[in-house]
């Protein structure tokens, strides 16, 4: 079917990525599929993406975010990129199952990519079929929305829509395709793969492209590409943090994975954790732990310091020098990441301040946590009202398996509490915004998608990001969605989907 756009406010596409030239990408069509049929729209992220979905049809806008009807100006294409997986480098990668249409400028004047994941095959798709399941589809809608709902980076879900055709998995699923919105789809991979193509030429175009476009700020300074690396250690190491502190746990931490733009993307067999625990690992595909939560910090030194490497000839023509600049960068990272984590946890309790011995109360309170089996989410929502005295102490002691444990550590709490001079309304308010009531807990993600994919009924997925859309406020109604796992509920594992 044609769209007769017309007399309509098309979407309006520009291809910046396309300008870099044909060694960045393959030009690729979607493949069509047989019956599109939207499920699900963000109608507010299409307001911001300045998209007005009122001025078309479902059934036209099932067309376009299938892929089978390219709108004027698009010019979909699959990028290529290497990346280190579980540690092991693959020299080609690339969007074997995505396909960028575009970009469009938002109503905050940044550009934002649009992309289809599981549009079809692409020269990128190796074994793969180049298509996704609604189950992972849904997930990583659910997720990245959650995600975005904290105030964490991430790339953002625009719809979804529903393929008609079978996926072929473990068992046969309904197809689905996922239309992402990201500030840049460029990944420490991407370097790598011109870094191992030794192609300088377009490293510094590719380096260029993304200072351009997500670093305006480190344009003019003396070596823009060493304060890439700077920069890009900042963004991440605020972004970790900010995952550590709800308790999220990416799963698949590989080079290819992380974004140029400092956002949370590829959301495969991700999860938030209930049971707080540092070795937590859902992923079905992590064998060795590579990836479980309390890993999460160090590897991302590790993805920095191949990131760094890649742009070693940029740095500094000398490459000694080079290496001895990337180092001095690298190696501030554990003292920024301790300054971002410190600053994040003390908020979590509450402290306005800093004291030296904050570390190793906080350290106490997650040594016990792990000790008792207390759970993350609930243990730091209800300290915010331990902190107010509004009467929540009894169940939050009945968090922690021995309530000795957190009486002890509370006193040293409420001690430090009373250096701040400050009231407990004040303490509550800050603690309120750090320690959401309401996160995706994964017993509450999986009933959402089977109750879609297995009953086409999409109440469960509706009602479940309509309260993970204000997490820091406790819900009026389905109050349930904010308990943990009964034992029977518990998911032990997550898959990638892919
Ligand atoms: P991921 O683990 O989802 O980040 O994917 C790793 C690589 O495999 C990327 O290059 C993906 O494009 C590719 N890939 C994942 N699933 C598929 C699929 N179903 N068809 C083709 N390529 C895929
Ligand atoms: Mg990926």
Redesign the pocket.
Known sequence: MLLDTTNKKAICFENSYVLLGKEFYASVKPTPVEMPCIVKLNYSLALDLGFDFSEFEQGELAEIFSGNQILPGAEPLAMVYAGHQFGNLVPQ??????ILLGEVIDNSNFRRDIQLKGAGLTP???Q?????ALGPVLREYIISEAMYALGIPTTRSLGVVTTGEPVYREKVLPGAILTRVALGHVRVGTFQYFSLQRDETALKKLADYVIDRNYPLIKKVKNPYLKLLEELMDRHAKLVTQWMQVGFIHG?M?T??MAISGETI?Y?PCAFMDTFDQTKVFSSIDHMGRYAYGNQPSILQWNLARFAETILPLIDKVPDHAVALANEVIETYPELFKYYWLSGMRRKLGLFTSETEDEALIQSLLDIMQENEADFTMTFRKLCYAARGSGQEGSLRDLFKDSKSYKKWALNWRARMSRELKTPDDHFELMRQANPAIIPRNHRVEQALASAVDDGDFGPFETFLELLSSPYVEPKSHTEYLAPPKPEENVLQTF?G?
Do not use: E, K, Q
């Not at 793969?128 to 996704?132: F, K, L, P, T």
């Open positions: 990668l690339g969007d074997g199952r995505a990128f798709s190796r793969g079929d180049g298509r996704a698949v590989n290819d994975n590829d495969g990638c892919t």
